[in-house]
């Protein structure tokens, strides 16, 4: 009896550690299929960073976009209305073309939000240049974009902001 009990017990053993190396095994293999899936996905902690990366230079480009930041980031001392309106749309422009690179991280919907606040700011700019004598103080550009800003309730930029926060909010 002593043998047969010895060696049912050395069985037991044998089949409980076989047992954990199958749990190991099969967890393994789960946590291999989970990356596999994240990486097909492309969710993993780089392209994450990326992303919000992204939306960081995104919101920096809605803040600084803005017609109030714009004209408040611009001189308009010495300027013509003709010159002020010109380095406002080019600065709207280079802010624009140094982020289109990050297009590929944010959803198309977003990037056409992105495109169409810069769009409408140059229309705005353009409209109320149009306004003005174009060799007038460029002064008196400011004050007009300053007071469209003021009387309308027209801030694309603020809805952009909005839209980047959600989406970057569902990232994370």
């Given at each position: 009896?002593?043998l ?56 920096l ?31 709207l ?26 769009d ?5 700019i ?25 009387t ?21």
């Open positions: 009896m002593d047969s009990a010895t060696m049912v017990q050395n069985i037991i053993f044998g089949a409980i550690f076989m047992f954990f190396i199958a749990i190991a095994w099969l967890l393994a293999e789960f946590k291999g299929m989970k990356d596999e899936i994240r990486e097909r996905l492309g969710i993993n902690n780089e392209t994450l960073k990326l992303k919000l990366q992204a939306y960081e230079r995104f919101t480009f809605a803040e600084r976009s803005s017609l109030k930041n714009l004209v408040s980031r611009t001189s308009a001392a010495g300027l013509s209305v003709v010159d002020l309106q010109l380095a406002l749309m080019e600065t422009r280079s802010e624009y073309e140094y982020n289109v690179s990050q297009q590929i991280y944010i959803s198309a919907d977003m990037w056409k939000a992105i495109g169409n606040l810069k409408q700011n140059i229309f705005i353009n409209q109320l240049a149009a306004t003005l004598p174009p060799n007038g103080n460029g002064i008196e550009l400011s004050k007009r974009i300053l007071e469209y800003v003021a309308t309730n027209s801030d694309l930029s603020a809805v952009v902001l909005s839209a980047l926060q959600f989406e970057a909010k569902k990232l994370l």
